[in-house]
């Protein structure tokens, strides 16, 4: 097949193109590189079915013979998403209106990523897809939170008028190798805290939760998803169910990287930041057969060798006698 990912450079987008690239198909990522990294596919360039389109979703594009579109393109985290909150609306709202144009074009399937952000500072406990939600309309989240949701209502709405084969999948809280370093995120920044012997900045007083969910859990069922033949659209949650405290992880990355010397410091809380959450993962037991395995220590231990890697990288690279020679890794030049 020929399958499109737009924000292919991401954590989702990047291990996604590369079990498509491995399944044969011809695969083109669009990223324009705002929170991707060209680090993340340097291994996947030279491959002869594959193709980096350096462009904004915001931006049509025009792309024939597409079978399916996997639309990823969005800032995930809170610091990245409030950095320049018109583009994140643009982006999922322009941005997703081009990607329905280009799959009814092409009479291609489309899978659209939303979030367990549409759910807010939820009122529900464990969340599940009929919860409509508790989103602060004018905060400085609502830029994704309700950007997102207006992107499954758009979907939707091709459906209806078109008859287009969407599909929607609302991920929570997802880590894993390919993570952004910037991204602010508890998991990475408490891991590169940890290995820099930096303060771990836990937010508020540590007591809100999160439920995490290896990256390889959720390609599974991202790929149930799209190619599911019960013709079930979602949206439905894709999730790993079990909580933790925001303090409790930070003990736990402490624990994993055991030579640390760092220290859990408390900061300010932001505005709007959910209290619980947790998805209720029923829908997508029963209707794709699939439940996360990956428990949460098992999936830190990949994350922090990447971080791990990526910092003694970076310090290689910053080492005066590489940048003088002014040689970059093949990553930097593409
Ligand atoms: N958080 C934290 N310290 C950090 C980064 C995040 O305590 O350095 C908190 C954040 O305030 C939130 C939780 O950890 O309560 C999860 O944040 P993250 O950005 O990972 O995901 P999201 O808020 O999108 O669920």
Redesign the pocket.
Known sequence: MKILVTGGAGLVGSHLCRKLIKQGHEVIAIDNLLTGSKRNIADLIDANNFTFIYNDVINPIDIQGLDQIYHLACA????QFTKNPLHTTKTSVIGTINALDLAKKNNAKILLSST??VYGDPLVHPQNENYWGNVNPVGPRACYDEGKRCAESICFDYHRAYGLDIRIIRIF?TYGPSMDPK????????II?ALRNED?????D?S?T?SFQYIDDLLVAIDKMMNNKKDFLGPVNLGNPSEFE?GE??NIVLELIPESKSKIIY?D??QD??KR?KPDISLAKEKLNWEPRIKLADGLKPTIEYFKNFIEEEAYLNSEEISKSGVKPNWQIF
Do not use: C, M
């Open positions: 995930a985290s809170p610091v367990s952000e809280n991204d602010g995120r508890a998991i990475s920044n408490f805290q771990i900045t836990v937010k508020g540590g809100q999160r925001i992880l930070a900061v809380l932001p930041d959910p959450r």
